[in-house]
Each structure stands twice: as structure tokens, then as C-alpha cells.
């Protein structure tokens, strides 16, 4: 099973601020990783698929990069509307997983 | 547009089975698997199982093994989750999700919370 290990759990930021966001698999996954946003009570947002192509409709300062192991996601300029909850999601192989979590927080 | 809408909250006993139903429109219900996923209170999301409505293949995370079932009824563009033999740490808020062209999931439900308390 792929364990994916995400950080930082917590990450405080300014509006403004550029921020960016780690997971790291056990195994290689090549580039099938997405990123999903969810803010309280609502169900989860895809950003990215495919590790780095922007999902229709998500504003231009979120990106992601990597493949193999090691990918990040960026958002270049945050906003308020950008505070939430951000998961990593390996999609190569079953059982499929999810990261732990980056809460982005108001500092 | 596409749309999935799921059915209400439930609360059950310990022991006792849920069913949850997710009621899709928009798309072709046949043409795009529809996944599980939980989320217990205050924690990160959990991949239960998938379905492909066009010819009723399953798969389920083994973790789940012999107690949860997904189905679906082509008339109504539904697909349901069924977990038996419920415990207390089953609680959580249940998603359905719909796998786009590039496999990830582009469409949600609301979830429904199902807590289970004696």
C-alpha cells in the first residue's frame, strides 16, 4: 500500500503570502498525485490532477510539481478564500489514500 | 450540470447496517465510476471502495472487507454504500465522489453523516 506522508500539518500564513505544501510517497507514483481543498462542512475540491495540470475553473496562483516521490503544492499569493483544509491524493495504484492533511490557518 | 445528492443523515446502533444513497444527474450515470469516501469527525478522508455503474464491478478497501457494499440502479442514477455490523468509530460524514477523465474525483456529494451510538 502507498503511504503518503504530508507536512506540514499546520501551516500559518498571511493574505499575500506564497505557502507550500509536501508529500512525500513510499513508493513512486510517477505523476498520478492530485490535491483536493476542503473547507469546513463542504466536501473536498480538486485543484490538481496528474501532479502539476490545473483543474478547470482553480484560479491560476495554485500549482503543483513533482513526480516520483516528492510533490509540492503552491499557491503563489493567498487569499482569504484560500484558508482551508489541503490533502494530497496518490492515484496509481489500490487501496487509494489520502495525505493527513495541511490545515492553512490565518496567522 | 452534474449533480450528486446524497440521502440524510442517519443514526444507528452499534451492530445495525446504513445505506447510503447518492443520486447523480447531469452526465451519464454508466460512464464514470463512483467512489467512497469517509471522514470521521475533525480527521482526514478515508477511500472505501468504487463502483462502476456500467457493468457493477466493485472494489473495496480491504479494511472494509465483508462489511461494506456498493451497488447502483441504473433507472434512477443512483448509487448506495451499505456498511453492516456498525461501530462507534464508524461515525464519520459519508462522500460520494465521481471520477472524471483524468480519474480524480470532479464531482461530490454533500455527504451524510451517519453516528453510530448506543
Known amino acids: 500500500d502507498i503511504q503518503m506522508t504530508q507536512s506540514p500539518s499546520t501551516l500559518s500564513a498571511s493574505v499575500g503570502d506564497r505557502v507550500t505544501i509536501t508529500c512525500r510517497a513510499s513508493q513512486s507514483i510517477t505523476n498520478f498525485l492530485a490535491w483536493y481543498q476542503q473547507k469546513p462542512g463542504k466536501a473536498p475540491k480538486v485543484l490538481i490532477y496528474r501532479a502539476s495540470s490545473l483543474e478547470s475553473g482553480v484560479p491560476s496562483r495554485f500549482s503543483g510539481s513533482g513526480s516520483g516521490t516528492e510533490f509540492t503544492l503552491t499557491i503563489s499569493s493567498l487569499q482569504p478564500e484560500d484558508f482551508a483544509t489541503y490533502y494530497c491524493?496518490?492515484?496509481?495504484?489500490?487501496?487509494?489514500?489520502f495525505g493527513q492533511g495541511t490545515k492553512l490557518e490565518i496567522k | 450540470q452534474v449533480q450528486l445528492v446524497q440521502s440524510g443523515a442517519e443514526v444507528k446502533k452499534p451492530g445495525a447496517s446504513v445505506k447510503v444513497s447518492c443520486k447523480t444527474s447531469g452526465y451519464t450515470f454508466t460512464g464514470y465510476y463512483i467512489h467512497w469516501v469517509r471522514q470521521a469527525p475533525g480527521q482526514g478522508l478515508e477511500w472505501m471502495g468504487w463502483i462502476n455503474p456500467n457493468n457493477d464491478a466493485t472494489k473495496y478497501v480491504q479494511k472494509f472487507q465483508g462489511r461494506v457494499t456498493i451497488t447502483r440502479d441504473t433507472s434512477v442514477s443512483t448509487a448506495y454504500m451499505e456498511l453492516s455490523s456498525l461501530r462507534p468509530d464508524d461515525t464519520a460524514v459519508y462522500y460520494c465522489?465521481?471520477?472524471?477523465?483524468?480519474?480524480?474525483?470532479?464531482?461530490w456529494g454533500q455527504g451524510t453523516l451517519v453516528t453510530v451510538s448506543s
Open positions: 491524493h496518490p492515484y496509481k495504484s489500490y487501496p487509494y489514500s
Open positions: 465522489a465521481k471520477t472524471g477523465r483524468w480519474a480524480v474525483y470532479d464531482s
